[in-house]
């Protein structure tokens, strides 16, 4: 092996190291933060591998098997059609999640970059995008979604145009955060020498600044995310979004329209997609916990 292959693998192995085995331990570290993660991550996997293993049931089945209690061949139980339930779990959370993620990356990109340019740069700048922020923030968030959704204007059905509306309605309130720490984080001597030695308005904002905020960038990024699961569960709830059968909301939808919710052994349609949502939202704070030891070296020196 040549000294130039070497060096390639020493630099594989300590980026390996730095970004994959130094995370995973810090996140061990929090009994509450791990089991968030271990949790998340079953959800993921089963939402992108499970449909593999458990395609979708669409058929509409014989009478007598409407509303079954869980039983070996329906672990989950069937719904008003005979559909197994486990079935749409599996194959229902994949777009809630991938407008969770998308939206909450989305929303912290915004939120970041223009919270910063506001702290940092000051003046007209700062007093444009905080003007707008203000308006956004006084106007209640889910009545104007509903409304921008019932336009038709886009095919919110999609995830993509979706993530981005809610982005671009949850932005507000973390950039006016994101505003204030830079202000203060602006003002300590490291800047100060940055500044002086003229390294640039990038450099100082993404090398300099940054850094030393990414422990709450990366909790808000996940109470962006639960923000966005309840935004778009919400709005599936109440007929504004058509996604998929199988979607978690959709269930809740049609067990509710179709007046199951008042006949007793209904309940598995619409108890398992709420408890699913629950799980996720419980697993995502959980594991927060953790992503403020990873960034945040003061929390790992105090436990």
Excluded at 81 to 99: A, C, M
Excluded at 268 to 290: C, D, E, G, N, Y
Aim: aromatic fraction near 10%.
């Amino acid at each position: 092996m040549t000294e130039v292959e070497v060096t390639k693998t020493e630099m594989a192995k300590r980026l390996i190291k730095a970004y994959v085995i130094t995370p995973l331990l810090l996140i061990k570290r929090s009994k509450t933060g791990f089991a968030g993660f271990l949790t998340l991550l079953a959800l993921i996997l089963l939402s992108t591998i499970g449909p593999i293993f458990v395609p979708p049931d669409l058929e509409t089945k014989p009478f007598g098997q409407r509303f079954l209690p869980p039983s070996w061949e329906h672990p989950l139980g069937t719904d008003y059609l005979g559909r197994d339930i486990l079935s749409h779990i599996v194959n229902g959370g994949g777009v809630v999640l991938e407008v969770g993620f998308l939206t909450g990356f989305l929303t912290v990109l915004i939120a970041v970059v223009l919270g910063m340019l506001a702290g940092f740069k000051g003046g007209f700048i700062e007093s444009i995008i905080m003007y707008a922020a203000d308006i956004l923030l006084t106007i209640p968030q889910f009545p104007l979604l509903m409304m921008i959704v019932g336009l038709r204007i886009m095919n919110f059905s999609d995830p993509l145009p979706l993530s981005l509306l809610l982005a671009a309605l949850s932005w507000p309130s973390l950039c006016r955060a994101i505003r204030s720490q830079v202000l203060s984080i602006k003002e300590r001597d490291f800047i100060e020498a940055a500044k002086a030695l003229d390294l640039g308005t990038k450099h100082i904002m993404f090398s300099e600044i940054m850094p030393n905020m990414m422990s709450y960038i990366a909790v808000s990024f996940i109470y962006a995310m639960t923000g966005a699961v309840y935004s778009q569960v919400g709005l599936v709830v109440l007929g504004f979004i058509p996604f998929q059968i199988t979607n978690w909301g959709v269930m809740i939808n049609r067990a509710w329209s179709l007046g199951t919710l008042y006949y007793k052994n209904s309940i598995w349609q619409i108890l398992f997609p709420i408890i699913m949502i629950a799980v996720l939202q419980t697993a995502s704070i959980m594991f927060s916990r953790s992503l403020e030891a990873v960034f945040n070296p003061r929390l790992r020196e105090s436990e």
